[in-house]
């Protein structure tokens, strides 16, 4: 029986392995669990069996990941097609780890599960454990080399899950070398770094043995440098996984290699990155003296960067003398170079100049790889800000109105639009302060940009500059990897802030920086990323108290209040009142699949006569609730919807007045219907309102209905 890793579909790069050995990297548990559940629920459904060996302190989290992607945990444990066990039910059973033993348990749980009758098995292993120094290196390498003699003859998927930030880079480089397979993020690919059990297994018993590898003669040397080859042929296609994609970190790791591989005493990088700036890092534990050296008027040419070949000077520091190789970069030798150095008289070799020469270009290709991989992150990125902006755009319109303030409105964003002057939006809140900054930025020049939109209130005051600014990897806890700021993701578009007003001191200080230079660091980071971006402000708040409180500050102000732009509140656009109410009618009955009910005059007096304290959002959650409501062809509105409850002492002309108006409204449906409430000629039915409403109305306004009823009957004689 076989079993074919496959994944739900699989990410570009996926391929089935022959080899079932696979190491798993992933940056935090969420990412782990997105990757493997699809992986683990699809071979339950096929009918092959799960095993699982974890954390002890996880055990119970495994087990509630599994049910949530819908996992009956009970009915496959009890059918024993789902087993998971603990490290000391495993690796560490009578508290420590043999590594033989471990090879024969393996084989066994393989076995078993085909006498149970199961297909084949998926194993899962978290490998944490190697971290409590249990094992020596040396005897946890072998047990994983030993398993590819094993796993070949089953073809059963034994997955080893390490979490990358837990691990440094020499052990990462040990684990790579005993796996076939490696997965990175989801994706599999073949390991380049992979070593056959053979070579791996004398190589460790060297290693016990207290011995140096027998690197004599001219085979060794070559095998030695093949070995450098192709660990630098490796960076290039794993540097995202194996530092991050950060380019320093790739120069490093390169200069670990080739200090490693050829025996060097000294190494020195300085490769261009994709944006023209520079990548420069060098090692020289024990030669103090190299950077100055490799800087002197007499070695000059070798940092120049420009030269047409590879050149070889010796270098003097103190009473020794290192010789020194320099290999350009680029066609025409423009994207920096590598220089290296050995106290060996006659190095560098052919062999080892061709080394460097590798590695010299690998390092530009991990550096074009890295490039590459931000650039998809931040495209992917600003894909996920279109879809939302998308969402919420197609909720949002034209702005509605022919009124005087609207008018007026409208040829100020006319004016302001097509410059990158800062604008600041002001008015009270459900204005649709962001639907002028949306306005502002359709007719810019940055219209076929991004529009990215933040609520800076509603952003925790400790993740404010994380959202705006982005942050590295390791940054604070929870940060496991890079992440884009809002102001990177509108980059050569526009970002609204609203609700300005709310920023901490802190992040006030960085925002006038961006607006004065536009560049800014990412939380964690000391790089200092440049952006072209217009910046939209809005606020509901007076800045002017703000600042004489000391809340805001005065030169943030003035940098954001270069075009400001005061949005009218509804009651001082009523006429806009019927246009608005016809538009989100039309609107949200579309929204439900109805067609859209006749609205009566009285329904529309009532409307424009309401202060609409919450202004057009308001007006559009009140009509939406009424659609909903309505049953007939004909629109209504529920007065009590429109009278808040107010405090009993809280009077003042303008309440007087709205209820004023509800009493002649009432009062006139009641004398048409001659006093009736409910029924279908009632009262009730002609304001569109349950009757219970109507009659709790009636009694809170102290109307006497019965009245009517008597004047109808005066009328009739």
């Known amino acids: 029986m076989t079993s074919e890793l496959a994944l739900p579909e699989p990410k570009p790069g996926l391929f089935r392995p022959r080899q079932s050995h696979i190491c798993a990297f992933f940056h935090n548990q969420d990412e782990e669990y997105d990757v493997l ?96 120094d249990r094992p020596s290196v040396e005897d946890y390498l072998e047990y994983e080399t030993r398993l590819n003699y094993l796993l070949p003859k089953y073809r059963d998927p034994v997955i080893c899950v390490y979490n990358c930030a837990k691990y440094d880079a020499g052990i990462v480089m040990d684990i790579l070398r005993t796996h076939p397979v490696v997965m990175i993020g989801g994706v599999m690919q073949r390991n380049p770094f992979f070593i056959t059990p053979d070579l791996l297994l004398e190589e460790l018993r060297e290693r016990k043995a207290g011995l140096k590898p027998l690197d004599t003669g001219i085979a060794a040397e070559n095998r030695r440098l093949r070995r450098t080859i192709l660990e630098l042929m490796a960076l290039s296609s794993m540097s995202a996984m194996m530092v991050g994609g950060k380019p320093d970190a790739i120069a490093e790791e390169m200069i670990a290699i080739l200090m490693s591989g050829l025996e060097l005493e000294a190494a020195h990088i300085r490769l261009k990155r994709g944006d023209g700036s520079w990548v420069e890092t060098s090692r020289a534990e ?72 590798i590695a010299a270009n690998q390092g530009l290709i991990c550096l074009q790889n890295a490039r590459l991989i931000h650039e998809r992150d931040r495209i992917e990125s600003k894909l996920e800000v279109f879809k939302e902006e998308i969402d919420r755009s197609s909720m949002s319109d034209e702005i509605k109105g022919s009124s005087p303030p609207v008018k007026a409105l409208l040829s100020k964003i006319a004016k302001v639009a097509p410059s990158d002057s800062t604008v600041l939006i002001t008015g009270e809140t459900g204005t649709g302060k962001e639907l002028v900054a949306r306005a502002i930025h359709k007719r810019s020049k940055r219209a076929k940009q991004p529009f990215v939109s933040v609520n800076c209130a509603a952003l925790p005051a400790g993740l404010i500059s994380s959202e705006l600014f982005g942050h590295e990897k390791g940054a604070f806890t929870g940060a496991q990897q890079r992440r884009h700021g809002r102001f990177e993701l509108a980059d050569e578009g526009t970002i609204f802030l609203d609700e300005v007003g709310e920023l901490t001191p802190e992040v006030q200080v960085i925002l006038l920086r961006v607006l004065q230079e536009r560049v800014f660091e990412r939380v ?173 109305r009636i009694k809170a306004l102290k109307i006497d209905k019965h009245r009517f009823k008597s004047q109808s009957s005066f009328g009739a004689k």
């Not at 732009?565 to 509804?570: A, N, R, T």
Request: with cysteine.
């Open 37 to 132: 559940l699809p992986f683990i629920k699809q071979g339950l459904v096929r009918g092959e069996k799960a095993y699982h060996i974890v954390d002890p302190k996880l055990r119970k989290e495994h087990l509630r990941r599994l049910e949530a992607t819908g996992i009956d945990v009970k009915v496959a444990t009890a059918r024993r097609q789902l087993e998971v066990k603990v490290w000391e039910e495993a690796y560490l059973r009578n508290e420590r780890f043999d590594q033989r033993e471990m090879v024969t348990f393996i084989e066994s749980v393989l076995k078993e599960s085909r006498s149970q009758g199961f297909r084949s098995t998926r194993l899962v292993a978290h490998m944490e454990w190697i971290l409590e």
């Open 286 to 357: 024990n030669w103090p003296g190299f950077t100055e050296a490799l800087g002197s008027a007499e070695t000059q040419e070798l940092r120049s960067g420009d030269v047409a070949q590879e050149r070889r000077a010796e270098l003097v520091i103190g009473s020794e003398t290192l010789v020194a190789l320099q290999i350009p970069v680029g066609i025409e030798n423009e994207a920096g170079y590598v220089a290296v150095a050995s106290r060996r008289p006659d190095f560098p070799s052919e062999m080892e100049k061709l080394v460097v020469s």
């Open 524 to 696: 964690g980071g000391n790089e200092p990323v440049s952006v072209d971006v217009r910046v939209l402000a809005a606020t509901n708040q007076d800045l002017h108290a703000a600042i004489a409180a000391g809340t805001f500050r005065a030169d943030l102000f003035y940098r954001l209040n270069v075009f400001p732009i005061g949005v009218p509140p509804l009651r001082d656009r009523k006429q806009d009142i019927p246009i608005l109410v016809r538009h989100f009618v039309d609107r949200y009955s579309a929204k439900i699949g109805r067609k859209a009910p006749h609205i009566e005059s009285g329904t529309m007096e009532m409307l424009q006569a309401y202060h609409w304290p919450g202004n057009i959002r308001e007006l559009e959650n009140v009509i939406e609730r009424s659609l909903i409501l309505c049953d007939g062809d004909t629109f209504s509105v529920d007065v009590a919807w429109l009278v808040p409850d107010l405090p009993r002492k809280q009077s003042g002309p303008l309440l007087g007045k709205i209820i004023e108006f509800e009493r002649d409204v009432i009062e006139r449906a009641l004398q048409e219907s001659r006093g009736t409430v409910s029924g279908r000629s009632g009262a009730a039915s002609r304001l569109g309102i349950p009757s219970t409403t109507l009659e709790s």
